[in-house]
Every structure is written in C-alpha cells, then in structure tokens.
C-alpha cells in the first residue's frame, strides 16, 4: 500500500469509527482498584476526644503538629503549621484549660514544617519553617527556609534563610562541622526535581547551601548520630518514583557520603514521611517509614502495602525491614509510651482509608511488647483525611496524649476537625467518632 493510502487511512477511520463507538455493547466493567476498609480491635486504653478550637467550617490544611513546651515553662504546647491561613500558630493552656492560639508566623506560604530551636543561642527559642510555596504540585522556585527570629519582647522576626528553591518540607537543626554553631539540614520536595541541602552556619546569622542529593520527593530529613561515631548525620526519604531511603553519613567536619538504606520495586507504597526513633531501645536511632500517600490517582483507595515499616538500625548502615502494620492511606506516623509500660508504642494516622465503609479507622495505636511485637488498636473512626499527627502530655497527668492534623482532600468527610484531640486516661471512653458537643463554639482562641 502506497503512502498516500496509509495516510486517508489515518484520517478516514477515526473519523467514521469514533461517531460508532457509542453503538458498540460494554464487554464489563473496569476493576476497580483495591479498596478494601482497615478496621482494629476497639483500643484498650481509653481516650476521651476533643479540639482544639477554632474549628473552622472551610477545609483545613493542617500540614504539621508539634507536641512541646516551647518556652520551658513547665507545660506542652501544640505547634500547629496552618496552610490554610498561611501560619505558624502556637497554643497554649489558660489557667481555665482553655486553649489560647499566638500567631508565630504568617503569610508563609504553605508552611509544611516548623522546627523549634535557639538559632543564634540567645536564650529565647526560635521557629525554623520550611516553606512549600504552593501546597500543590509545584516545580517553580516557590520553596524557602524562614527563620522566625524570637526578639527579647517576645514577637517574631521573620528572616529568610534560603530562597530561590522548590518547595521545602523539612529544616532541621544539626552541628554538621564541628565548629560549634547551628547547621540546617534541607529537604527540598519540589516536584519533577528536588534536592537535600545542608546549610553551613558561616556565623552573622549567614549560610550558603551545600547539595547532598539530587532527587525530587524528599519529605523528612530526621538528623541523628547513625552510626554512633559522635557526629551528626542525615536521612530522608525520597518519595518521587523511585520510593528509596537514603542515609548521609557524615565525617564530622561536614563531609558527607551516601548510603541506600532501604528501596522497592512497588514506586506506589506512597512514602508519606520519616520519623527517627530508637523503637527498640537498644541505644542506636532507628527510623520509621509510613506508607500510604496516594495523592497522585484519583481513586485515593487504600492499597494492602499501605501501613508503617521500622527499619531497623542493625549498625554500620545496615537497617532492617519490618512491617509493623497494614494501614490504609497511613500517612504520619508518632512514638511514645501510650500504655506506660516502658517501652515505646507507635501512633498512626490515616489521610486515605475507604471511608464509605462502617467504621474504617482514622487513628490507630500499635502496642509493643516490648519485644517489637506489635499489636494495632482503633482509637477513632472520625475525623478523616489526618495528614500528621504528635505525641505528648497535654493535662500533666503523666500519660502521653494525641494531636493530629486534618487536610481533607477528598468530599467523604462531613466531619473534618481542624486539630483533633484524644487526652488518654483510664477515666474516659473510646470514641468512636467526634461527639456533637465539637461543634458548639469553644473559648480559648479568636
């Protein structure tokens, strides 16, 4: 056939066949993605859920909460990175038990992290915020590392770190050199391209950036003494196609080599973050890995390889793999002593579970037996769509409560909470879902 014909063909039949097409019976239906509903044991401990107020009636964008007593006074606050109001916010306890919210930061936007830190060692702590930019996908310079530079009056004074990047999602603090000042480890997420960064401190409240790594995707970048050679080194996970995490291992005077600490063949787990934790206290810092973001389809099921991965610090960057839970659409991951009993459970979150269902869990808490054993329990069903979550001792009873954060994306959820609570305490009731009094209005913040 000439060429001339192969070409009125290529015109010709779509042009008769696509008007056809409508007349042509169904052979069945598409399968659906794997979508079937994660759902525990009711929890043992009991816990009593609240909010911290203003619950508000658009859609939150929660990307980070932080347990701590910011000002060593004597009792936690709640850091709090609203993307919605482009804020970093702090609450605090009244002598009422009221929650009083201080602005830290604005018109950062989309900050996806804070970090706590004296900076400059003055005596007054500061706020180190990773800025996205743009909370969604994203390849322009919008990212940037904002100091929040605490003044003796105490307000904020907003400086710039780093600019002219995509967006960031983590900074955090480590003395890489050995000069004895604050360094800055970067996670540039971006989106088709991403970097991880250390910042050098050159003293004058200055810095210029060093690349580690090329690679778009990096969420975390937990900073700790890896191979317990008395230096600080660096891990991310690098959550773009090829779901890896990577460790940096220092020299002690800034120099840093890599070292592939855990890969897949599945580039859909859906890395959604890095949490470094001794799980086993065995002396030697361990990270943990969950799975579960699936942002990227439409679909959002979630999938049987969602859930949480420890690995394993076996020393000399040797980490070992294990699946503590299965967990659809996990997607932050806390550690504290939930139960009291001297070792270290684990608090999970869920963005994407199948909320069509009776009861899917939102938040659920693996107990350990101390033998790393780890036994999921459901705290709650409601609220949905928890994109991050903190561990800590909110009334001073000695137990260690939750925070989490609500970032709902899909339109499953009529009863998305902005900061929901669950205070843990053998006199209260597991919820199952967030009780109505939630929505009456609450004092404590404007």
Request: hydrophobic share 40%.
């Amino acid at each position: 056939m000439s060429t001339r014909w192969l070409l009125l063909a290529a015109v010709v039949i779509p042009l008769v066949g696509i008007p056809l097409l409508g007349w042509i019976p169904a052979g069945g239906r598409l399968r659906e993605p794997f979508h079937n509903a994660s759902t525990f044991p009711r929890s043992e401990l009991s816990f009593q859920v609240s909010s911290i107020p203003p619950d508000q009636s658009d859609r939150p964008r929660i990307t980070n909460v932080q347990i701590l007593d910011f000002d060593d006074h004597g009792s936690v606050d709640v850091i709090v990175c609203d993307a919605r109001r482009n804020a970093v916010l702090r609450y605090q306890r009244t002598s009422d038990q009221a929650w009083q919210e201080t602005t830290l930061g604005s018109g950062l936007i989309a900050p996806a992290h804070a970090t706590c830190v004296d900076l400059d060692r003055d005596g007054r702590r500061d706020v180190l915020v990773a800025v996205l930019g743009n909370l969604y996908p994203d390849d322009s310079p919008v990212g940037s590392v904002v100091w929040l530079q605490q003044q003796p009056d105490g307000t904020f004074a907003s400086r710039v770190l780093l600019t002219d990047v995509r967006r960031v999602a983590d900074v955090q603090p480590g003395d890489f050199d050995g000069d004895g000042d604050i360094d800055l480890a970067v996670a540039v997420f971006g989106y088709a391209r991403g970097e991880v960064l250390w910042m050098e401190n050159l003293g004058n409240e200055s810095f210029i950036d060093h690349r580690l790594d090329y690679a778009a995707g990096a969420i975390h970048v937990p900073v700790a003494d890896f191979d317990g050679d008395g230096d600080l080194d660096i891990a991310t996970v690098i959550s773009q196609e090829t779901e890896e995490v990577w460790g940096y291992e220092n020299d002690g005077q800034g120099r840093f080599s890599r070292k592939l600490l855990f890969q897949t063949v599945n580039y859909d787990v859906g890395s959604a973050g890095l949490v470094a934790s001794d799980l086993d206290s065995d002396g030697d810092m361990d990270l943990l890995l969950p799975l579960g973001d699936n942002l990227e389809y439409r679909h959002t099921f979630p999938q049987p390889y969602h859930g949480c991965l420890w690995l394993e610090n076996l020393g000399g960057w040797k980490f070992a793999t294990h699946r503590i839970a299965t967990f659809g659409g996990t997607y932050a991951a806390a550690v504290d002593d939930l139960d009291g009993d001297g070792d270290r459970d684990v608090v999970l979150v869920s963005m994407f579970n199948d909320w069509r269902t009776t009861d899917p869990a939102s938040v659920i808490w693996l107990e350990n037996d101390g033998r790393q054993n780890f036994t999921p329990w459901q705290i709650a069903a409601a609220p949905t769509q928890l994109s991050t979550v903190a561990c800590g001792d909110l009334n001073g009873d000695g137990r260690p409560d939750i925070v989490a954060g609500c970032m709902p994306v899909l339109d499953t959820d009529p009863q998305s909470r902005r900061l929901p609570v669950w205070v843990n305490g053998p006199e209260t009731q597991t919820s199952r879902s967030l009780p109505d009094r939630m929505s009456a209005p609450q004092t404590g913040a404007p």
